[in-house]
Nanobody, 123 residues
C-alpha cells in the first residue's frame, strides 16, 4: 500500500520561508512524477509544482515561480518543496501527490495523495 506523508507546515509571517517534505512508503518512487498541490478554504485544489522521475523537468504554477523550488531524493523516497518569500495568499493545505506515469498539472493526473500539511502565512 502506497502512503504519502507530508510534514513541515506551520504558521509563519509574510516573507518567511518553509520547507515541506513528503515521504513515500510502500514502493519506490524513482520512476514516478511527483507533485505538490494546495487547497485554500473554499477553493479548488490547485497545482503548485511537479518534478520528473530523474529530477527534471520541473514545472511551477505562476504563483510560485521564483519563490518555490521542488526537489527529490529517490533513494530516500522523499520529495521537498522549498517555499521562500511567503505571502498570505500562499495560505492553504499543501498536498503531495504521485503519478505513476506521465506528467500533469491536474489533480486527475495523480494516483496517490497525502493527507496534507497546513501552511498559514500571516500578514
Amino acid at each position: 500500500q502506497v502512503q504519502l506523508v507530508e510534514s513541515g507546515g506551520g504558521l509563519v509571517h509574510t516573507g518567511d520561508s518553509l520547507s515541506l517534505s513528503c515521504v513515500v512508503s510502500g514502493r519506490t518512487i524513482s520512476s514516478w512524477t511527483m507533485g505538490w498541490f494546495r487547497q485554500a478554504p473554499g477553493k479548488e485544489r490547485e497545482f503548485v509544482a511537479s518534478i520528473g522521475w530523474s529530477g527534471s523537468p520541473t514545472n511551477y504554477a505562476d504563483s510560485g515561480k521564483g519563490r518555490f523550488t521542488i526537489s527529490r531524493e529517490n533513494a530516500r523516497t522523499t520529495v521537498y518543496l522549498q517555499m521562500n518569500s511567503l505571502k498570505p495568499e500562499d495560505t492553504a493545505v499543501y498536498y503531495c501527490a504521485a503519478a505513476r506515469a506521465g506528467w500533469s498539472n491536474s489533480v486527475y493526473g495523480y494516483n496517490y495523495w497525502g493527507q496534507g500539511t497546513q501552511v498559514t502565512v500571516s500578514s
